[in-house]
């Protein structure tokens, strides 16, 4: 079976332009997480999603950040306008809610702002 | 404040050593246990699940839970050279489905 699937793998901007990440869930799930990694902080949760509704954004750092997921098969997230403290990577996870909750994560997006 | 703590390590273990890593937490009312398994540069991969008080084994690894004492751990035996990675505890409560990371422990098997 395939895992959860993100793209691009990797991306190079500049600062201030609009980057959309991509992430398509293992099938049959039902809940979506997307989290953010870097050294100093470590692994934070930004948003996520039970049965395509956003339950809890509280992580998401400002309103430059929005996310969305339109069908079960399919979610993104935006950052408009990027900045360099924006460069992290970036990982989907996916899990199905009653399972115990098991999240299983994505290949992740490397994100470097310049 | 829902905190996970982890010693950020290194830990170094000979090869065919156990392992041990440890985490505990702060939330008494943590029902569910993660250990996940983090290769440089790769994505956090689960490798242990524990929702009970004791052990549970799978292969070479044993995860360990006494909510009493708000501790959990995992146990790698016969350690091999590409169990070298950062580990990641997680735990989460009853009916929640957002996860509580710890910083990680970054284990290193030496040949």
């Known amino acids: 079976d395939a895992g959860v699937i993100q793209s691009p793998r990797h991306e190079v901007t500049e600062m201030g332009q609009e980057v959309t990440l991509r992430c398509k869930p293992i099938?049959?799930?039902?809940?979506l997480f997307w989290y953010r990694q870097t050294m100093m902080r470590g692994l934070e949760l930004l948003i996520y999603?039970?049965?395509?509704?956003?339950?809890?954004d509280s992580g998401m750092p400002e309103d430059r950040f929005s996310a969305k997921m339109p069908n079960a098969s399919f979610s993104t997230l935006k950052i408009q306008p990027s900045e360099p403290r924006d460069s992290a990577v970036y990982f989907c996870?996916?899990?199905?809610?009653?399972?115990?909750?098991?999240?299983?994560f994505g290949p992740g997006t490397r994100l470097t702002v310049l | 404040q829902k905190e996970v703590e982890q010693n950020s390590g290194p830990l170094s273990v000979p090869e065919g050593a156990i392992a041990s890593l440890n985490c505990t937490y702060s939330?008494?009312?943590?029902?569910?246990f993660f250990w996940y398994r983090q290769y440089s540069g790769k994505s956090p991969e689960l490798i242990m699940s524990?929702?009970?008080?004791g052990d549970k084994e799978d292969g070479r690894f044993t995860a360990q839970l006494n909510k009493a004492s708000q501790y959990v751990s995992l146990l790698i035996r016969d350690s091999q050279p590409s169990d070298s990675a950062t580990y990641l505890c997680?735990?989460?409560?009853?009916?929640?489905?957002?996860?509580?990371f710890g910083t990680g422990t970054r284990l290193t098997i030496i040949p």
């Open positions: 996870a996916s899990s199905f809610r009653g399972s115990y909750n098991e999240q299983f």
């Open positions: 099938s049959g799930h039902n809940s």
């Open positions: 524990i929702y009970s008080n």
């Open positions: 999603f039970n049965n395509n509704v956003p339950i809890d």
């Open positions: 997680a735990a989460t409560d009853f009916g929640n489905e957002k996860l509580t």
């Open positions: 939330d008494r009312g943590s029902q569910s």
